[in-house]
């Protein structure tokens, strides 16, 4: 038995030699990975876009970086990410890398999903076809109703109810990134709008003339388009009312410019106002049969809660705010006086300009 002594204690010695060779390799390799893991990897001039497409690996940022001239060891990245617990995380989009990024910022931004936001702001008072050019315009999105009929597009956004989406999206700034389609946005503009219109209904005042939510939102988007100033938002919401309720015609130039589409030519004539069409509040009684606009919650929430006032008529002063009158014979005065303001901006402008 001794006779095999040494070579069992040489064989032992040999693979604990082997092992600790092996071991000290594994922290060094390891330790040159966490300097590579904190070392920085975008420049100091400036940030960097990435996109990360779908299925995108480690190996493929890698790759990309790499080709971009941002590292020199590829090999690495992809084991800082395996060691960091990142390479099973990372997300498909489109990143910003801030400027003096670490392997380990950029990695952890990734597997995070912190892509880049854009912006889609619904103005108030915009239509529905307004809304749709500038979507066309809105490269980061990916457009799926460009070439889709009206009524693929309203189903596609969730409005079976009507055959006209004016009204029903909220103005609001959205938020998206690339990728993102136009579809999307709209099912979250009209999310928005049914929570914002419904709780409004809610909480409506006694003895308004209107009928439903839809009601309101007519009602609402009227406001819109006449008040310049937030505070006569009421007040014109109140007249809407006192006219409905004394089944008058409501007389509101915006619908019958919104009537005329296309045929609009950026002033009204005593033929457009003749001119009959189903939002022709002059030839038609009651509600037009839409929304001519997307309303804001300010113009909903005082159609729902409208001023108690007498007033039937208003007319524009020429500063964005109205007269209010409750006969016509003061209608007709501060109409008149609007008139003459108009001929006076006029003149002057007419007037040769001196240096």
């Excluded at 975008?42 to 990360?52: F, N, R």
């Excluded at 990245?77 to 060691?83: C, G, I």
């Excluded at 990134?177 to 979250?188: E, H, P």
């Excluded at 609007?338 to 300009?353: G, N």
Aim: without cysteine; glycine residues 6%.
């Amino acid at each position: 038995m001794a006779k095999f002594t040494k070579p069992i204690a040489f064989l032992s010695w040999g693979l604990a030699t082997v092992l600790l060779l092996a071991a000290i390799a594994i922290i060094v390799f390891t330790l040159k990975i966490f300097v590579f893991y904190h070392s920085k990897i975008i420049p100091a001039d400036g940030s960097l876009v990435y996109e990360l497409p779908r299925g995108g690996s480690a190996h493929r940022m890698a790759s990309d970086l790499y080709h971009r001239g941002l590292l020199s060891e590829p090999d690495k990245f992809v084991w800082a990410a395996r060691l960091s617990d990142t390479a099973h995380l990372l997300q498909a989009g489109e990143y910003e890398f801030p400027a003096n990024a670490t392997v380990k910022q950029v990695l952890q931004q990734v597997a995070k999903g912190d892509v880049v936001d854009y912006k889609f702001t619904i103005v108030e008072g915009v239509t529905f076809q307004q809304i749709l050019a500038e979507l066309k315009q809105t490269d980061k999105l990916q457009q799926q109703l460009a070439q889709q009929t009206l009524p693929q597009i309203l189903a596609a956004i969730g409005i079976t109810e009507h055959s006209n989406a004016e009204g029903l999206l909220y103005p609001d700034t959205y938020m998206f990134s690339k990728g993102d389609t136009d579809v999307a946005l709209l099912q979250q503009a009209k999310q928005s709008m049914d929570a914002v219109i419904n709780a409004a209904w809610q909480t409506r005042a006694e003895g308004l003339p209107y009928q439903s939510p839809y009601d309101v939102l007519i009602a609402a988007s009227l406001i819109e388009k006449e008040s310049a100033v937030a505070d006569e938002r009421p007040l014109i919401a109140s007249v809407l009312v006192n006219r409905l309720q004394a089944n008058m015609p409501l007389q509101f130039d915006p619908t019958v410019i919104y009537g005329l589409g296309d045929a609009y030519t950026g002033k009204l004539t005593k033929a457009d106002m003749r001119t009959d069409t189903p939002y022709n509040t002059y030839r038609h009684r009651g509600l037009p049969p839409t929304p001519i606009a997307m309303p804001s919650k300010d113009a909903i929430n005082a159609a729902v809660h409208p001023a108690e006032s007498d007033y039937l008529y208003f007319v524009a002063k020429g500063d964005g705010s109205h007269v209010f009158s409750t006969n016509l014979q003061e209608h007709d005065k501060a109409l008149r006086a609007y008139i003459e303001h108009l001929r006076t901006v006029e003149q002057v402008a007419k007037e040769p300009q001196h240096d």
